[in-house]
């Protein structure tokens, strides 16, 4: 059995504050979730977003018996927005992860996503010994960020996309962290 999580800690970076989610964050990541090129590229951000999802996403991550960490990728100390994206790390078992991540794409193609999975494999925060971590197979940006952060080359599989109603080729990464 995963236990669950019950301390959430915050990481630095040089631009970013990763810190647990807020429920006054709920503006931003509605906005940026609410935008198919953030909800497209994930297995789970449906399009449109229905009424009270992201209220339902906030109370989920703060639940203590989540089995999934999510920080806000917070820009402010670098006079960015308050929120530029979301980074999670659900526990699986045998200390292994699954990284997922988005960002507003209004942040795109500054290093902001690069900076905040180094960060968060820096501190790895549930003491993982394996991350994994799954890109469909037509967002080369999210692969390259992986490879940069020394994650292989896994395999190909599908999943479903909640916001394409479609099942997406995609990219699964390995990353050791001993």
């Keep these: 059995m995963i236990s669950p999580i019950r301390t959430q800690h915050s990481f630095e970076s040089a631009r970013l504050s990763l810190r647990p989610i807020r429920?006054?964050?709920a503006g931003l990541i509605g906005l940026y979730a609410g935008d198919i090129r953030v909800s497209g590229p994930t297995r789970s951000i449906p399009h449109p977003l229905p009424p009270g999802a992201i209220d339902a996403f906030i109370e989920q991550a703060q639940n203590p018996a989540r089995v999934e960490d999510v920080?806000?990728?917070?820009?402010?100390?670098?006079?960015l927005a308050e929120v530029v994206g979301v980074i999670g790390l659900k526990r699986l078992d045998r200390r292994q992860g699954e990284l997922g991540y988005w960002l507003a794409p209004a942040f795109w193609s500054i290093g902001l996503a690069?900076?905040?999975?180094?960060?968060?494999?820096?501190?790895?925060p549930q003491g993982s010994k394996t991350l994994f971590a799954e890109v469909f197979q037509d967002n080369a940006r999210s692969a390259r960020v992986l490879t940069d952060m020394g994650f292989s080359y896994l395999g190909d599989a599908e999943s479903f996309c909640v916001a394409r109603k479609t099942t997406v080729a995609t990219w699964t990464y390995l990353r050791s962290m001993e």
């Design 23 to 25: 429920k006054s964050d």
């Design 114 to 124: 690069r900076e905040a999975v180094e960060t968060l494999i820096q501190a790895n």
């Design 71 to 79: 920080w806000v990728l917070d820009g402010s100390k670098s006079d």
